[in-house]
């Protein structure tokens, strides 16, 4: 069983009611100088979401809006969020409370009551108190203030920091145990189901994404999920697996020889991957544009690559993108692509949580390697969540 100090993964009201507070300020800023019947709208309505249907009536798994998450904590379906800072309370919460059918069927649900209680809102309300006229907005502010809220999201409190941790543990210890389970005549979807049976039995809330068990040409499809195939000696596999820990995302990147060890263009392509990671990964620190890690990952993968005789000019992009032909990384959070930073133009700032995931992808020769870490930009470095796992 894994061990781990921290034990309170829980965010603080205090904390929920400050995200609140900075938006409600953000909306107040905007919001003067504007015409009198304008203001009117200058409010945020968010939706926790839906139900959507699996199959007749059979629903998925429901999972929370991430932004609506972020500002309450509140994770069940139906319920509105309004954030108006010229309101008697500024911050209402509308739930659907069970009635005695789907307390049989479904169980108990938050109430007025236990809702006022649990979350840092100033009122909550049943859903049927909601009159269609407080859902009236304006489409062009509510996505100026989503734009704010993700730039607040890029940045992690220390107690988002600790669900991360957690959510990286949790991945690690399945990606930790796949070694030993291939061999030649293993099908994908056994890895597959090691590594959600790790994450759910470790108290995750499932996957962050559907796992990525990519064996020999599938090791190419960048987004390959069907993990239905027989793995063969000779082959390699790639393992892209995270888990939902507290709704939160971590989100890594392992690849193995299915069985005995890599051949020689195996190993020169992952140990190109791997020293570009580890030379990406160094020069992280608050201060460097994002934009710097993908032309480091560009100049150290051209390098290589012409030394390896796969490419004639290190210094032609169009060349090297044959075989690295996505982003060096992406931020993560509450969502495995978390909103908020823009790659190509941000700068990082301490307290972000990016992927750093270089690959390379020689179709021809089924050989599709990419290696993924966790990283925290700290103000003079980095974390990497995912130091705990071998590559
Ligand atoms: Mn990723």
Redesign the pocket.
């Known amino acids: 069983m894994l061990k781990t100090k921290i034990t309170d993964y829980s965010i603080s009201k205090e904390e929920y009611k400050s995200r609140c507070k900075k938006v409600l300020d953000f909306i107040s800023q905007v919001t003067e100088g504007k015409a009198e019947s304008a203001k009117d709208l200058r409010k945020l309505v968010l939706r926790s979401g839906s139900e959507q249907v699996f199959s007749n009536d059979v629903h998925y798994p429901f999972r929370v809006n991430s932004d609506f998450y972020y500002l309450t904590g509140f994770t069940e379906s139906e319920a509105v969020l309004i954030l108006d800072p010229k309101a008697d309370n500024p911050l209402t919460l509308y739930i659907k409370q069970a009635d005695e059918n789907m307390i049989i069927w479904e169980g108990e649900r938050e109430t007025v009551s236990s809702a006022t209680d649990k979350y840092s809102v100033d009122v909550v309300y049943d859903i049927k108190d909601l009159k269609d006229e407080d859902l009236i907005l304006d489409e062009a502010f509510q996505e100026k203030v989503l734009k704010f809220i993700h730039s607040l999201r890029a940045i992690k409190s220390s107690a988002e920091l600790n669900i991360m941790r957690r959510a990286n543990e949790i991945a690690i210890q399945a990606h930790s145990m796949i070694p030993d389970l291939l061999c030649s005549g293993v099908y994908e979807y056994e890895i597959e189901a090691q590594l959600n049976n790790v994450f759910r039995s470790q108290g995750a809330n499932g996957w962050s994404y559907p796992a990525i068990v990519a064996s020999g040409k599938n090791s190419c499809i960048l987004h390959y999920i069907k993990n239905n195939q027989k793995m063969m000696a000779g082959d390699l596999v790639l393992i ?1 697996a ?1 888990a939902e820990f507290n709704y939160y995302a971590s ?1 890594i ?1 392992r690849v193995f020889p299915v069985e005995g060890s890599f051949n020689d263009e195996q190993r020169d392509i992952y140990d190109l991957v791997l020293k570009c990671q580890e030379e990406v990964i160094r020069i992280i620190k608050a201060g460097i544009p994002m934009n710097l890690l993908q032309e480091k990952a560009f100049s150290v993968l051209g390098e290589g690559l012409q030394d390896l005789k796969y490419i004639k000019d290190k210094n032609n992009l169009d060349e090297v993108k044959k075989y690295f032909m996505h982003g060096i ?2 931020s ?1 959070g509450i969502d ?2 978390d909103p908020g930073v823009d790659r190509k133009t941000d700068i990082l700032i301490e307290g972000m949580v990016i ?1 750093i ?1 270089p690959g390379l992808y020689v179709r021809e020769r089924a050989i599709g390697v990419r290696i ?1 870490d966790n990283i925290v930009v700290t103000r003079s470095g980095y974390e990497n969540l995912t130091a705990g796992l071998n590559k």
């Open positions: 892209d995270g989100d990147t990384g992406h993560l495995v692509h992927t995931e993924e």
